[in-house]
């Protein structure tokens, strides 16, 4: 298949695009890669500073501690990336710990996407100017979020996080399609989800302990309904909620 045809092109840009680029390689979306099935590109933000020491943060307007990244610099990034794509909508990603809080759902949103764009702050994040700019622009979805209540330094693992749970599914991706109908989060409808039942192998006894005697009997009707209640009751222990 050559590149223009791939039907999923990501781009991500970063001060550190050797880390995004070597741990991606070494995944399952790495196989993706490779076949042909998505097309990712991590590309070094640096490339796009005007001075000699390749500088992309300067202080914010205000005070306060920390730098901030400037619009300029991430202005042409993003429009280069634009430019290299024959996509008619553009899903930009900004990760950082204000935006909203990543899912599932948000994950099979962005799975349909034809192109994303993942701009990876650092410091004190990017200028607020580079999201207002793009929402305004009606070839772009500006997607804000965080993958947890934590503050982490970069945007940069936050985005291999999202890439992950996006591409395995993308059709194709995933040997067993199967396979993704039956873990946590899988919806059963627009807004619940069931956390996964407990699995067991062989042997049928380790150190004393056994394999509910129910997984034993082949029968696979009341298999179904013993995993559906202990995802409910997972659900409600760890989560304090169920559909019930
Ligand atoms: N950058 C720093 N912390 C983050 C978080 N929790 N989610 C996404 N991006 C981040």
């Known amino acids: 298949m050559k590149s223009n045809e791939v039907a999923h092109h990501i781009d991500v840009y970063s001060i550190f695009p050797d880390y995004v680029h070597s741990a991606l390689q070494n995944s399952l979306i790495g196989k993706a890669w490779q076949s042909g099935l998505i097309e990712i590109g991590s590309h070094d933000l640096r490339g796009f500073a005007k001075d000699l020491h390749r500088t992309v943060d300067d202080t914010p307007y205000g005070g306060g501690a920390g730098m901030v990244m400037m619009p300029t610099i991430w202005g042409e990034a993003i429009d280069q990336s634009v430019e290299f794509s024959k996509a008619k909508i553009h899903d930009l990603i900004i990760p950082t710990p204000a935006g909203e809080l990543f899912t599932q759902k948000k994950a099979e949103e962005l799975s349909r996407a034809e192109h994303i764009i993942i701009a990876c702050g650092r410091y004190e994040g990017i200028d607020a100017r580079v999201s207002e700019y793009y929402q305004s622009q009606p070839n772009f979805r500006v997607h804000e979020i965080s993958i947890g ?55 049928a006894i380790w150190r004393g302990l056994g394999v509910p005697e129910i997984l034993l009997s082949g029968h696979h009707g009341k298999i179904a309904q013993w995993r559906l209640e202990r995802s409910k009751e997972r659900t409600r222990k760890v989560r304090g909620l169920t559909r019930e």
């Open 149 to 203: 209540d934590y503050v982490i330094n970069g945007g940069e693992a936050a985005a291999l996080v999202m890439i992950e749970a996006i591409v395995r599914l993308i059709p194709g991706v995933i040997g067993n399609p199967d396979s993704l109908l039956e873990e946590s989060h899988t919806l059963l409808d627009d807004e619940e989800a069931l956390l996964e039942y407990p699995s067991y192998t062989k042997p």
